[in-house]
């Protein structure tokens, strides 16, 4: 799928990175599929992985694989999608709150420190941050139910 422009924002750190190197293995209204390599090294023993990003339902799961080919775990970012049809540009608004869910079934919630931090500063409005955290709610609901598995099983 050529002449995507995928980007990643972040509020902490401030920064745009382009991710178009990422092989866009499917895309419609929804749902946006990429396969990808870390773009720095890493030393978590993480060399690539398929991301499922849910453009209207805010968030993004990331199945993370070590060198082997194992599945290190799923990485979750809560995200607002930005989506430019006429130019096809798609960014990913990072907003700070993400998800692990490990294969043993553990959960994790990160940074919502940074989420009250971001707000504090000024970063992301008050629609942000509520929406964050009904993006949070809606993706927890569906891994305490039993349906997170079928959210990144899909093959392409």
């Known amino acids: 799928m050529k002449n995507i422009t995928l980007l990643r924002k972040r509020y902490i750190p401030n920064e745009v990175i382009d991710i ?12 946006l599929v990429s396969k990808w390599v870390p773009i720095h090294k890493r030393d978590d023993d993480i060399k690539e992985g398929i991301a499922y990003l849910y453009i209207k339902r805010g968030f993004k799961i990331a199945k993370r694989y070590n060198g082997q080919g194992e599945l290190k775990h799923y990485y979750c970012d809560i995200m607002q999608v930005e989506v430019d049809e006429e130019k096809k540009v798609y960014t990913e608004i990072d907003l700070l709150v993400d998800v692990v869910v490990y294969p043993d079934g553990r959960v994790m919630v990160l940074d919502l420190d940074e989420l009250v ?10 629609t ?5 955290l009904s993006r949070a709610n809606e993706l927890l609901n569906i891994i305490y139910q039993g349906k997170f598995e079928m959210m990144c099983d899909k093959k392409f």
């Open 20 to 31: 178009s190197s990422d092989e866009i293995l499917y895309v419609d209204d929804e749902l």
């Open 128 to 132: 942000q941050l509520l929406y964050a």
């Open 117 to 126: 931090d971001a707000r504090e500063q000024g970063l992301i409005t008050e």
